[in-house]
Nanobody, 123 residues
Framework: QVQLVESGGGSVQSGGSLRLSCATS????????MTWFRQAPGKEREGVAT???????MYADSVKGRFTISQDNAKKTLYLQMNSLKPEDTAMYYC?????????????????WGQGTQVTVSS
């Protein structure tokens, strides 16, 4: 059974930083894509950063240059380092896992999801 567990969310002031973690278990295939999504109240879920099993990364324009996605294969953990946070980054953040996602930041391609961790940025 595949499980994803996020942690690291919290409340920060504008300009601050947070690092999110997503611990994974139960996924046995060597090839995968993992992505951080976020969803603010009343808005659609948005893909913000994605990474493949071979380390290729991609970012949404809204976070490019501020967020960094990474992974520790030994710990089976995904990270999202978020710097220069803005109030518009406030959302519930989810990690998701897919064996194959032809449109990497589209949520419908992801079968496995974590429960989410809240990030709140105040001005």
């Amino acid at each position: 059974q595949v499980q994803l567990v996020e942690s690291g969310g919290g409340s920060v002031q504008s300009g601050g930083s947070l690092r999110l973690s997503c611990a994974t278990s139960g996924y046995t295939y060597r090839s995968y894509r993992m992505t951080w999504f976020r969803q603010a109240p009343g808005k659609e879920r948005e893909g913000v950063a994605t990474i493949t099993s071979d380390g290729s990364t991609m970012y949404a324009d809204s976070v490019k240059g501020r967020f960094t996605i990474s992974q520790d294969n030994a710990k089976k953990t995904l990270y999202l380092q978020m710097n220069s946070l803005k109030p518009e980054d406030t959302a519930m953040y989810y990690c998701a896992l897919s064996a194959f996602a032809p449109i990497p930041l589209r949520s419908s391609y992801y079968k496995y999801w974590g429960q989410g961790t809240q990030v709140t940025v105040s001005s």
